[in-house]
């Protein structure tokens, strides 16, 4: 059964960098476009970045791009996400999630994904 674990939140710096992990249990990641979410204290769910089962597509919301890089390595069934030039509003919970085994695309949009990770803690702040 398909598993997702995210890691490599922690506690960073304004202008710091993180890179968050999602581990893929269970199944062979190549089957899967994965996306990352983030939901803050009191907001609403938003959808970060996405790449396509491929890794020839990805996408970003338009908070993060420019600063945000998401990256797959099939081989080690993990999604990367680096985050450099972190600010306090990047501060959340961050989950990966997938819409399902052979959808190649990718999509930031929460309605569509159908298994998740637990989410890791990313906290900016001096």
């Known amino acids: 059964q398909l598993q997702l674990v995210e890691s490599g939140g922690g506690l960073v710096q304004p202008g710091g960098s993180l890179r968050l992990s999602c581990t893929v249990s269970g199944a062979t990641l190549s089957d899967y476009a994965i996306s990352w979410f983030r939901q803050a204290p009191g907001k609403e769910r938003e959808g970060v970045s996405c790449i396509s089962s491929r890794g020839d597509v990805t996408n970003y919301a338009g908070s993060v791009k420019g600063r945000f890089t998401i990256s797959r390595d099939n081989l080690e069934n993990t999604v990367y996400l680096q985050m450099n030039s972190l600010n306090p509003e990047d501060t959340a919970v961050y989950s990966c999630?997938?819409?399902?085994?052979?959808?190649?695309?990718?999509?930031?949009?929460?309605?569509?994904?159908?298994?998740w990770g637990k989410g890791t803690l990313v906290t900016v702040s001096s």
């Open positions: 999630a997938t819409p399902g085994r052979f959808v190649t695309m990718c999509s930031i949009f929460s309605s569509g994904m159908k298994d």
